[in-house]
């Protein structure tokens, strides 16, 4: 057998964080026995080990259980929901608990992790997209968010629950870009700005998402049948009216990563990311107003419109964000489920007035992203599942759900402009409409 065959049966074997898995095993055995021990250090070298195990294994599992695999989002919510069974039922203990709360709130991994994503995701798209997606695009995207939140609030108000409630709490993080890029944050901001807790504020929120994903991937496959039934309102695949490929025309507008990744370039990225969070802070203290999370991401659209950042250096902020999303994602969720999600909260908030707010959620996010998607030149369909959809899903574990549902993946980077800069701009109306409400 030649020495290429042998490699290729090698590497078929099972793998779980990029290694054999009698070798992740090991490994893991030595952190669970530190950690049974009460001898996980308390600081990031503990937090780094026991997450990232833990989250490796969750992840796993929850990206091969058929149903949720399919319909649930997969990884990410077995991550956060395992993570917060395991310790409503009392199967890690204190200590643990302990490491992966000073890590996340002590440490700040949470900041850390979402200056890499904005910076990184922001500076990698290509200038002439970012531009072209705010005149053509952003549009779309937004008569899906004014629609949503509007169904939200009237229909809460109808049945009960609060127009408010109902528009903050379940509305926004449907549409705010999933988990890391979305709930996460946003609960920051509320709790910044409310002074409730962020803990309490996500264990509310975290259902809405998982929810408003599963319906997301489920309407996909219906507006595809929607489309077969209704050529007109469909270009099976092209967004644009009267254009040929403005698919592939995106494609080519992606930045491209033509340098190497160097640890070099994982280091600047890593400077350029916290210095860009610092920027958020340092406006954010003249100007409370805005949470200092949207200050940097204007910080960094203008900077990358304004082309003030050299592409070398762009790119290394795009290794550095898929560095830290393929790294770092599940360990991030963990700390999400064990430090932000109280399950007893989650369980709570289940009734037949939450489950019936996500539903008219997505759906004022399919009706209106396709009503202003006709009138500046998309296809309904296409329009609704871009720009609507991909709002309401869990950004890119979700774009993947909903397009393949659709049928749509040549629609890629739309579907990245809606979890990209779309849930950016939650970030910027989540401050906006709190203090319109008075609740900040």
Known sequence: ???????????????????PWPM???????????????????????????????????????????????????????????????????????????????FMKNSNFLDFYIAALITG??????????????????PAI????????????????????????????VAIPIMGGGMGAGAVPLSQIFASETGQSAESLLSVMVPAVALGNALAIVFGGLLDRLGKKKPSLSGEGQLMVNRINDSSDADRENLKDTMAITMRNLGIGLLMSTAFFNIGTIIGKFVP?????????????AMK???LVPEKFEICCHQWFNFMM??????????????????????????????ILVFVTVVGAVIGSAVVGRLVGFY????????????????????????????????MPFAQISSRIGGAFMLLLSSFLLRLFGLG
């Open 1 to 19: 057998m030649s020495a290429s065959s042998l490699e290729a049966k090698k590497s078929s074997g099972l793998e779980l964080f990029g290694m």
């Open 24 to 102: 992740f095993l090991v490994l893991t055995a030595i952190v669970l026995l530190s950690a049974f021990l009460g001898t996980l250090p308390n600081n990031m070298i503990g937090g780094f080990s026991f997450m990232i195990v833990t989250g490796t294994i969750l992840s796993y599992i929850g990206d091969h259980l058929p149903i949720v695999k399919t319909y649930l989002g997969g990884g990410p919510i077995v991550v956060i929901f395992g993570s917060a069974a395991l310790l409503y039922f009392g199967l890690i203990g204190e200590g643990t608990v302990e490491v992966v709360n000073n």
């Open 121 to 138: 995701s922001i500076l990698g798209m290509n200038r002439k997209l970012l531009i072209n997606a705010a005149v053509r695009y952003l």
């Open 142 to 169: 937004i008569g899906g968010v004014i629609c949503a939140l509007g169904l939200a609030y009237i229909v809460g108000t109808l049945i009960g629950y609060g127009g408010e409630q109902a528009m903050f709490f």
């Open 289 to 301: 107003a805005i949470h200092s999370y949207a200050w940097m991401i204007l910080a960094v659209a």
């Open 305 to 307: 419109i304004l082309g």
């Open 326 to 355: 393929s790294n770092l994602t599940s360990a991030l969720l963990i700390g999400v489920g064990i430090t932000y999600t109280d399950l007893g909260e989650v369980l709570s908030a289940f009734s037949g007035a939450y489950v």
């Open 380 to 411: 309904p369909i296409e329009s609704s599942i871009t720009a609507g959809l991909c709002m309401a899903n869990m950004g890119g574990t979700g774009d993947v759900a909903v397009l393949s549902a659709a049928g749509r993946m040549n629609l």
